[in-house]
């Protein structure tokens, strides 16, 4: 048989071969492919970050103004988009633009960090300072509880829907005890601690009763706090009521009677009805994508760490 019968070892080989870098070419294109969409993305997310900034410098008093919008949304903490660093940068950079008319905190977040909620309510009072002319509103969207109510609290006005969910005036600590599951499988819990109270609250160990109370103490501490930043913002709006404060959650309508909000606004009736604008902008700042994933993942695995300690305050 001739090696050039199509049968032959020599032409398989040979189609094997050129199948082979057919597969290899086809490869090749798509994943070039797929970085010249990978490159045109950023390009454009790029051209649209520049455009946006650039139309921000032209919008001046001189157009009538605009209402600065500084989103807050999910879990309030220090690795996340609502971290106090991001929040305060929005807020900060709302103010200083020259066509800003007042600026709205656009949020929905059952709260978080009690740490970040307090540096984000100090710093609007010190940015308020700054800007005394310059007025500041939250406008809650479906949820607004917790160390989100806790920022809220700082604005001149808040507002909400009839619907939405509103304030949680409380703290909260929370874990699992795992002491007598250990025990069923035979496991050991082995913590050596310098210090007598070191090992607060571990979940492998009986609750102990000074420990206990001592923790409590410290989430009363941490309430009174909240209650104290409530009462100082909100004044003689609030009502009366003794369930005000007991972490007690309300909707907009409630909320409304209560004095935990002043309407039910959204932040375009805002820009509208009490700037008289007609222009709402976005001044929330967007960290890259891979920089967001971190901080999420961050949050993330702190926050279910925390949750199995049983050693984080959470508002």
Partial sequence: MSDMDPDSRAWKELRRVMDVAFVEQRRSRRWGIFF?????????????AVARNASFDEWSEADGGHLASVSINGT??????????????????????????????????????????????????????????????????DIGASGAYYIASAADEIYADEASLVGSIGVVSSGFGFEDA???????????????????????????????????????????????????????????????FSGLIWNGRQALALGLIDGHLSPAEIADENLGVDRVLDFTPRPAPLERLTRQLGASVSASFNQLQGAGLRY
């Fill in 36 to 48: 010249k969409l990978v490159t045109l993305a950023y390009v454009t997310f790029l051209i649209v």
């Fill in 76 to 141: 309030i903490a220090a690795d996340s988009d609502a971290s106090a660093e991001v929040i305060l940068q929005g807020i900060a950079a709302a103010l200083e633009h020259p066509g800003t008319r007042g600026v709205v905190l656009d949020i929905n977040s059952g709260g978080g960090s009690p740490v970040q909620a307090d540096r984000v309510w100090r710093g609007i009072q010190r940015l308020r300072g700054e800007y005394p002319d310059t007025p500041i509103y939250a406008a809650i969207a």
């Fill in 182 to 244: 250990a025990k069923k499988l035979g496991v050991e819990r082995r913590l050596i601690t310098a210090g007598t109270n070191k090992g607060l609250l571990d979940p492998f160990l009986p609750l102990d009763k000074a420990q206990v109370e001592h923790w409590q103490r410290v989430l009363d501490g941490t309430h009174e706090q909240f209650i104290d930043r409530v009462k100082s913002a909100r004044g003689a709006r609030l009502v009366e009521d003794d369930n005000l």
